[in-house]
């Protein structure tokens, strides 16, 4: 049972960091406006830190619930279907405050581990970047497959004045 346990989490871990992913990728402008007016990396990594907690702790939520609801709903059929006679409250639930405080603990856990590289990724983008994303999604070109975006991306950097003037030849 640990070893489903685990692998759950995982799971939920790898699913967790794709989505931080995409929403690093999708806000890529909103990252470079928050560096031009002088946001820290440490502002940008702490943003995306409290998104990944505050959706492991809603999904951790859910999951109380509907754990919760899954325990009294078998209660049910066990009280209908096997014994019976009697009703499903006369089975107490057997879920403890301390199993609920660490499945929210480990979740949460689990979901900041996931989120650190997307916060990280997020915080180190460069300036200029985000403002050739900006200039590629305003000319429609976003949906260009992914190599012609990388050599948009090298003819981009060898253009720009600093890079040229140090580019021998």
Same mark, same amino acid.
């Given at each position: 049972?640990?070893?489903?346990?685990?692998?759950? $989490?995982?799971?939920?871990? *790898? /699913?967790? =960091?794709?989505?931080? !992913?995409?929403?690093? +990728?999708?806000?890529?402008?909103?990252?470079?406006?928050?560096?031009?007016?002088?946001?820290?990396?440490?502002?940008?990594?702490?943003?995306?830190?409290?998104?990944? $907690?505050?959706?492991?702790? *809603? /999904?951790? =939520?859910?999951?109380? !619930?509907?754990?919760? +609801?899954?325990?009294?709903?078998?209660?049910?059929?066990?009280?209908?279907?096997?014994?019976?006679e009697g009703t499903a409250s006369d089975w107490p639930s057997q879920?403890?405050?301390?199993?609920?405080?660490?499945?929210v603990a480990v979740g949460s856990l689990t979901g900041l581990i996931?989120?650190?590289?997307?916060?990280?990724?997020?915080?180190?983008?460069?300036?200029?970047?985000?403002?050739?994303?900006?200039?590629?999604?305003?000319?429609?070109?976003?949906?260009?497959?992914?190599?012609?975006?990388?050599?948009?991306?090298?003819?981009?950097?060898?253009?720009?004045?600093?890079?040229?003037?140090?580019?021998?030849?």
């Open positions: 049972l640990g070893v489903i346990a685990a692998m759950s $989490l995982v799971v939920g871990g *790898i /699913g967790i =960091a794709n989505v931080m !992913l995409v929403s690093v +990728a999708e806000r890529i402008p909103e990252i470079g406006i928050r560096k031009a007016v002088g946001g820290s990396r440490l502002d940008i990594a702490v943003q995306f830190l409290m998104e990944v $907690l505050i959706l492991c702790l *809603i /999904g951790s =939520a859910l999951g109380v !619930l509907f754990g919760y +609801a899954t325990e009294r709903g078998l209660a049910a059929a066990a009280v209908r279907f096997i014994v019976r879920v403890s405050m301390a199993s609920i405080a660490v499945s996931a989120g650190l590289v997307p916060a990280v990724r997020a915080a180190r983008m460069s300036p200029s970047r985000t403002e050739w994303v900006m200039k590629m999604r305003s000319t429609g070109s976003a949906f260009l497959p992914f190599w012609t975006h990388v050599s948009m991306l090298t003819r981009w950097r060898l253009n720009t004045p600093a890079i040229a003037a140090s580019t021998p030849g």
